[in-house]
């Protein structure tokens, strides 16, 4: 399937999704998230929820990483397809973007090449570890600049799509994890 047919696809099936529904797969996701070999690490890169765009909450997923005492950075878009990193702390001020995006005010930026795990949006992925997000390339971006060899784990409420996604380009970053409520896939 082609990515833009999958997002719309996607989108149409989160939207059917209940609040409530949707609080109750991401506390699941996030206790899948335990099943992968990731406790190790020293930052974990981590985006903040859409609320409008019924996207997996990361919040207990945040909330088991300050558990254990991990460095938890998260982004803010500094022009086009362009992210910075700043460490969550106790004083972090957040403003919502024009996306509907908590971000950051300002804090302690962390460069790409320390960030040792990146949890990634994502709108659907197929069985090879392929994504779809939103289409801004942000992401894929901020994901060129990291190490090779920093963990991508893409965070879904629905299976992996058995259709191959058809458009992949040289610039697509593949996952190297994807985790749902029921399921963690490793590529």
């Known amino acids: ?8 696809k996607y989108k149409n099936l989160r939207a059917e999704i209940s609040p409530t529904k949707a609080s109750d797969l991401s506390l699941a996701l996030a206790n899948s998230s335990l099943q992968i070999p990731i406790w190790d690490f020293f930052y974990y890169h981590i985006f903040l929820s859409i609320e409008d765009k019924n996207e997996v909450d990361t ?14 950075v ?32 300002d804090g302690i930026e962390i460069p790409e090449n320390k960030i ?5 949006p994502l709108l659907a992925f197929d069985e090879k570890g392929n994504r779809v997000g939103y289409g801004k390339g942000f992401y894929d971006g901020f994901l060129n600049k990291c190490r090779k060899e920093t963990l ?6 629905f ?3 058995p259709e191959l996604i058809s458009d992949v380009n040289e610039n697509d970053v593949k996952l190297d994890y994807c985790i749902t ?3 963690v896939y490793t590529f």
């Open 59 to 72: 919040l207990p997923l945040i909330t088991l990483l300050q558990g254990r005492d991990k460095n938890i």
């Open 116 to 120: 040792d795990v990146v949890f990634v």
């Open 152 to 157: 991508k784990i893409g965070l879904s409420f």
């Open 181 to 183: 409520p029921v399921k």
């Open 1 to 8: 399937m082609l990515k833009h047919e999958l997002r719309k």
């Open 74 to 105: 998260v982004p803010k878009v500094v022009g086009p397809n362009s992210l910075e990193n700043y460490l969550l702390t106790d004083n972090t001020a957040f403003k919502e973007s024009a996306w509907g995006v908590p971000e950051p005010v």
């Open 159 to 161: 299976a992996a799509e």
